[in-house]
């Protein structure tokens, strides 16, 4: 079972992995992350969208979910906002 801080670790390494060829500054945002039966929501944000504004300075997609059995992370659909991933998720625990 992954814990809240090894959830933080492995969302951290798979977002320097997954965009490793962009220029981003990734920040963990461990106070709006929620836990669920299956999965960690941790939310992040880049230290360049932040000091701008600019959406385009950051992922589209600023949650990240990770599986409590160790599995890769992985992003939800970007169709939904994140109040809608997350209900269909169940409530936090």
Do not use: C
């Not at 060829?21 to 932040?50: K, S």
């Not at 109040?83 to 998720?89: D, H, N, V």
């Amino acid at each position: 079972m992954v814990s809240h801080e090894e959830a933080l670790r492995a969302a951290v390494e798979y977002l320097r992995h997954t965009y490793r060829d962009m220029p981003y500054t990734f920040v963990m945002e461990p106070e709006l992350t929620t836990e669920h039966r299956e999965v960690w929501a941790i939310r992040f944000d880049t230290e360049e969208r932040r000091d701008t504004g600019d959406m385009t300075k950051a992922p589209f997609t600023r949650l990240l979910l990770v599986p409590k059995d160790g599995a890769e992370p992985w992003f939800p659909p970007s169709a939904w906002s994140v109040g809608e991933f997350e209900a269909q998720l169940g409530p936090p625990q």
